[in-house]
């Protein structure tokens, strides 16, 4: 009874309420950091490879809203829809970097080590979902 009462609940309370169980880092690391810092791509399409940088940037996050939806909160699957564009995204930065200067410049810096320390959670968090660990965050 207890699970068909959290599928009849809104699914915009079921993920708030998957979010705020997962660690308080976590928390912080998405909203404060890794969702920000992607998001801001798109302040630099006017530069230099900046189209395609904010698309890399920010496809993998909006790839996660129909997970989201589909799990009804946070899950180790969130993690797949990263491995492509930000693997690419951090291979263009390393070895195809943008020509950039100033303030775009720094971000493109502040971008590639944002989306690294992400890449180096979510190959795991990708693995373990793969090997079979779909636990949502909040429940059970």
Not at 48 to 75: C, E, K, T, W
Not at 93 to 103: D, N
Not at 121 to 133: Q, R
């Amino acid at each position: 009874m207890e699970q068909q009462d959290k599928h009849n609940q809104s699914i915009v309370i079921n993920c708030w309420v998957s979010f705020r169980a997962m660690p308080v880092w976590v928390q912080i690391w998405v909203a404060f950091i890794l969702v920000p810092i992607n998001m801001v791509s798109l302040f630099f399409i006017d530069q230099q490879g900046g189209i395609l940088v904010a698309f890399l940037a920010n496809i993998a996050m909006m790839l996660n809203m129909p997970v989201m939806l589909y799990d009804r909160g946070f899950s180790k699957m969130m993690a797949l829809p990263h491995l492509i564009p930000w693997s690419i995204l951090v291979g263009i930065l390393i070895f195809a970097r943008p020509e950039a200067t100033g303030h775009y410049d720094t971000y493109l810096y502040v971008l590639l080590g944002t989306n690294l320390i992400s890449l180096l959670f979510d190959f795991p968090d990708a693995v373990k979902w793969l090997g079979g660990d779909r636990k949502v965050a909040g429940r059970g």
